[in-house]
C-alpha cells in the first residue's frame, strides 16, 4: 500500500487536493480503500455526498478486481486517486484490464425488460452512474484503464 499527498491552491476548479493510494487486486482491500476515503474527505465532505461517492467507490473498486482483474495476478496494483476541487470530488480508478465501453453497457442494460436492480450483477454500474454527476471509463494506454467519476460537493 502507498499512499501521497499533495495541497494545491483554493479555488472552484482548481484542485486543492489530491491523495494517491495503491492496493494489490485483493477484495479484502476494499476495507483499507474505504478507510482511506474516509480519512481523507470526512473532514471536508458533506454526510450524505462522502456516503454517496463512498459508495460509488465501493462499486467501481469491486468491479476492478472481479472483472477487469479477473484474469490477472491478485499482485496486479490497481491505482486510486481523490482529487478534491473547490466544487466537486474526482475519484479515479485505474486498471490493467481489457477496455469497456461502460456506456454501451449501461444502454444495453436499460433495454433489458428485466429490472437492473433486481439481478446481483450489473447493479454496481447503475448505483455508480446514480449516485455520480459524471461517470466515464476510458482507455488511458494501450494497457490501462481509468474509471473517472465526479460529484458536486454539496449537502
Known sequence: MELFSNKKQNSDE???EQFRLRVKTHIEA???VLQWFDRNTEP???EKCRWQCKLALAEGFTNTVRYAHQHLPTTTPIDIELNIFG???EIRIWDWGSPFDIHAKLKALRQ???DPLEK???RGLFFMQELTDDLQYLRA???RNCLVMKK???G
Do not use: A
Open 14 to 16: 482548481q484542485l486543492r
Open 30 to 32: 476494499l476495507t483499507i
Open 44 to 46: 471536508i465532505l458533506p
Open 87 to 89: 466544487n466537486y470530488l
Open 112 to 114: 433489458n425488460p428485466t
Open 120 to 122: 446481483e450483477g450489473d
Open 141 to 143: 494506454s494501450e494497457t
Open 152 to 154: 458536486k460537493i454539496s
